[in-house]
T-cell receptor
Framework: AQKVTQAQTEISVVEKEDVTLDCVYE???????LFWYKQPPSGELVFLIR??????QNEISGRYSWNFQKSTSSFNFTITASQVVDSAVYFC?????????FGSGTQLTVLP | GAGVSQSPSNKVTEKGKDVELRCDPI?????LYWYRQSLGQGLEFLIY????????KSGLPSDRFSAERTGGSVSTLTIQRTQQEDSAVYLC?????????????FGSGTQLSVL
């Protein structure tokens, strides 16, 4: 069974601040995938990034960066210089061969 | 279509009535998923279809819930004798290569309200 824990229920930051969203996962699969999805107020989930279990290379994409550490089962997500448009619910997701397991989400509010 | 289409976008029903929710996945996507999102919660897996294989129904909360996928494309989620606790957003997603970490493409969901 898989489990994803996002301990931060809500985070508020002021525009241009950096913010890190935490994610801890549990899995018995040897091969698995980790994702971050964003759900803006419109409701439609948007894919942000995918990592697989055998690639711990961290990634930076524009203002977004991800830190995957198997030793601590963490897959944290950082937004640099946050913007109001970043306000959304962010879901960390773990997936094996079939279904995906979603964390409960972190509501990020970026204030102007 | 260009994306995953769900209808209706909103459905209000009375307790005890049956409802049908429709999902039209992206053309060519062999995998189709139904998830449920209650207010302020994460997504709860309901059911998964992959090609002609038997669906994974392990997430369906009760026998009042059923789903079918006709012709490997459109899917219908049916909830019989709706209860107030069924109120939620029902999300459909599709993907090309399940089990290989392919990302899911989500529809905008159906907001179900059971009065």
């Amino acid at each position: 069974a898989q489990k994803v824990t996002q301990a931060q229920t809500e985070i508020s930051v002021v525009e241009k601040e950096d913010v890190t969203l935490d994610c801890v996962y549990e899995t018995r699969d040897t091969t698995y995938y980790l994702f971050w999805y964003k759900q803006p107020p419109s409701g439609e989930l948007v894919f942000l990034i995918r990592r697989n279990s055998f690639d711990e290379q961290n990634e930076i994409s524009g203002r977004y960066s991800w830190n995957f550490q198997k030793s601590t089962s963490s897959f944290n997500f950082t937004i640099t210089a946050s913007q109001v448009v970043d306000s959304a619910v962010y879901f960390c997701v773990s997936g094996g061969a079939r279904q995906l397991t979603f964390g409960s989400g972190t509501q990020l509010t970026v204030l102007p | 279509g260009a994306g995953v289409s769900q209808s209706p976008s909103n459905k209000v029903t009375e307790k005890g009535k049956d409802v049908e929710l429709r999902c039209d996945p992206i053309s060519g996507h062999t995998a189709l998923y139904w998830y449920r999102q209650s207010l302020g919660q994460g997504l709860e897996f309901l059911i998964y279809f992959q090609g002609n294989s038997a669906p994974d129904k392990s997430g369906l909360p009760s026998d009042r819930f059923s789903a079918e996928r006709t012709g490997g494309s459109v899917s219908t989620l049916t909830i019989q004798r709706t209860q107030q606790e069924d109120s939620a957003v029902y999300l459909c997603a599709s993907s090309t290569r399940p089990g290989r970490g392919e990302k899911l493409f989500f529809g905008s969901g159906t907001q179900l309200s059971v009065l």
